[in-house]
């Protein structure tokens, strides 16, 4: 299998390619014809189509050839991909790169948003690079998992050789592979970003099937378990923001359902956080600079 490298050639193309073949026809209300279908999906001039635009127009998008496709285009292409609002949003980032380049990463972490964190010490957080590199990470979500560490990088947590490949594994491995496209720049080819693609396609080969589906998504309330050796297993949402101004850094929340067993073992850690402050006060160590 050859290396896996970041879609710097065309990723709207890229992109376009890979959706095509993950619909059916019935899912946008057209019939499935009785001829045999060569490859997986949809057919190109069935998205021409639906979205409105001549066979030849959508098949120059495919190969790159047609490089400025208009807002009313994008959303015919869309709705001929049965994309969600994160796919549409997507497309369009892809299909208009930013005129100026996108600022450096920020390794740095405001003091007045670690004060905040600070201030909400029931709820456990972290603060990642664009790369979902961990920047900071508050007591309580260190308490919480033994992942959560200054360094550590979200998805290779998930990627990591000896996390059991369950059904849930699937689920969460999914989501985390269309967070990192949805945080990166998807015209991103520098050494950081090809590093991190190459180290992720070592890990596990599971990555690439998920990466090459190209989804992108900020984790909005998705469920999160976590197994802990004292309260057990716990139920969060995961809830994230993006940050402006840091150079992409992401905040990352996980929240309980009010009143439920999970909101009482989040409780729980939240004393043994305090006490592990009490006896090892934190310093200004607990972030780094990657």
């Known amino acids: ?3 896996r490298t970041v879609d710097h050639v065309n ?36 998205v021409a189509l639906v979205a409105g635009i001549s066979s030849d127009y959508y098949l120059k998008l495919e190969q790159g050839r047609e490089l400025h496709p208009s807002a009313a285009v994008l959303d015919g292409v869309a709705r001929a991909l049965a994309l ?21 990463a920020d390794e740095v972490v405001s003091p007045s948003l670690i004060g905040l964190l600070t201030s909400l010490p029931s709820v456990p957080a972290h603060i ?6 961990i920047l900071y990470v ?11 560490r200054v360094g550590n990088n ?94 992409g850094q992401v905040l990352g929340m996980y929240i309980p359902a009010p009143g439920g067993p999970s909101a009482e073992k989040l409780q729980m850690l939240s004393v043994i956080a305090a006490e592990a402050d009490r006896v090892t006060p934190r310093k200004s160590r607990d972030t780094t600079t990657l």
């Open 138 to 148: 508050n007591r309580l979500a260190e308490v919480l998992t033994p992942g959560f």
């Open 84 to 104: 969600d609002a994160d796919g549409v949003a997507h497309l369009h980032r892809l299909a208009r790169p930013p005129i100026v380049p996108i600022a450096a």
């Open 154 to 247: 979200l998805v290779k947590l998930m990627f990591n050789p000896q996390v059991p490949r369950d059904a849930y594994w699937w689920v969460t491995a999914r989501r985390a592979v269309a967070f990192l496209r949805a945080t990166v720049d998807p015209y991103d080819d520098g050494p950081r970003m090809t590093a991190l693609l190459a180290d992720l396609h070592e890990m596990a080969p599971e990555f690439d099937e998920l990466w090459e589906r190209h989804e992108s998504r900020m984790p909005g309330g998705h469920p999160s378990t976590f197994s802990h050796a004292e309260v057990g297993l716990i139920e969060l949402r995961h809830q994230t923001f993006q940050l402006p101004g840091t150079g």
């Open 11 to 46: 990723p709207l193309a890229q992109f376009l390619r890979a959706r095509r073949a993950l619909v059916e026809p019935e899912q946008i209300g057209l019939p499935r014809g009785s001829s045999p279908r060569r490859v997986a999906g949809l057919r190109r001039e069935e």
């Open 1 to 3: 299998m050859e290396r």
């Open 128 to 133: 990642t690079t664009r790369y979902l590199d």
